[in-house]
């Protein structure tokens, strides 16, 4: 079963603009990371934010935190053709070692 | 620098066949973890091994799912009498050590159960 849940499941935009998605997540953590995968690729790791952080940035990412909501945001601004690719949030879990509990990720397309 | 490796990178086997998968880690990752990935689907986490310690094996989904890490560096997970059901990406992931949780993924394994 899959920890997170993530909005939207596609996103379609224009080159430019910014792309915003959502994760949320059910119990406790100790992190929350965001990857992106290209299609028919392995996953590439973006960005980590502690449980005790609100905010990260990362050059054209900013990913919030708000665990008194259990919710993430990944947003890319000033989207790139090359950004098409899928997002997922992922979380480590406090006493469940160091795995990570995946979302079902968005699907971004970014229009030239 | 090289990243991750997993062979082979595509699998079609039988239904019944026996399957090998293998991952090379980063050298000198301690953390190594195994995911399936259904299509159009995040990846789930299969199992854990710390070195040569399998730590986690709580996502194998049968008792057909086989992982080991003899010397604590290549991985292999090892499906026997593979069903449709199995058909997926098969993710490999590294990591320096235990506690900062960044994980470097290699590019997967496509099983395709016929």
């Known amino acids: 079963s899959q920890q997170g849940e993530e909005d939207p499941q596609a996103l379609s935009i224009q080159e430019g603009e910014n792309a915003t998605m959502n994760c949320s997540y059910k119990?406790?953590?100790?992190?929350l990371q965001w990857y992106r995968q290209n299609s028919g690729r392995g996953l590439v790791h973006l960005i980590l934010?502690?449980?005790?952080?609100r905010e990260k940035h990362s050059g054209r990412l900013r990913v919030t935190l708000d665990t008194s909501k259990k919710s993430s945001s990944l947003l890319i601004t000033a989207s790139r053709a090359a950004d098409t690719a899928s997002y997922f949030c992922?979380?480590?879990?406090?006493?469940?070692?160091?795995?990570?509990?995946f979302g079902g990720g968005t699907r971004v397309l970014v229009k030239p | 620098g090289a990243g991750v490796s997993q062979s082979p990178r595509y699998k079609v086997a039988k239904r019944g066949q026996d399957v090998a998968l293998r991952c090379d880690p980063i050298?000198?990752?301690?953390?190594l973890f195994w995911y399936q990935q259904a299509l159009g689907q995040g990846p789930e986490f299969l199992t854990y091994?710390?070195?040569?310690?399998?730590?986690?094996k709580s996502g194998l989904p049968s008792d057909r799912f086989f992982a080991e890490r003899p010397e604590g560096s290549v991985s292999t997970l090892k499906i026997q009498r593979t069903q449709q059901e199995d058909s997926a990406v098969y993710l490999c992931?590294?990591?320096?050590?235990?506690?900062?949780?960044?994980?470097?993924f290699g590019p997967g394994t496509r099983l395709t159960v016929l």
């Open positions: 934010i502690r449980s005790n952080e």
């Open positions: 091994f710390q070195n040569e310690a399998q730590l986690d």
């Open positions: 992931a590294s990591g320096r050590k235990q506690g900062i949780n960044e994980q470097f």
């Open positions: 119990t406790s953590i100790n992190n």
């Open positions: 992922a979380t480590d879990v406090y006493a469940a070692g160091n795995k990570l509990t």
């Open positions: 050298s000198g990752h301690v953390s």
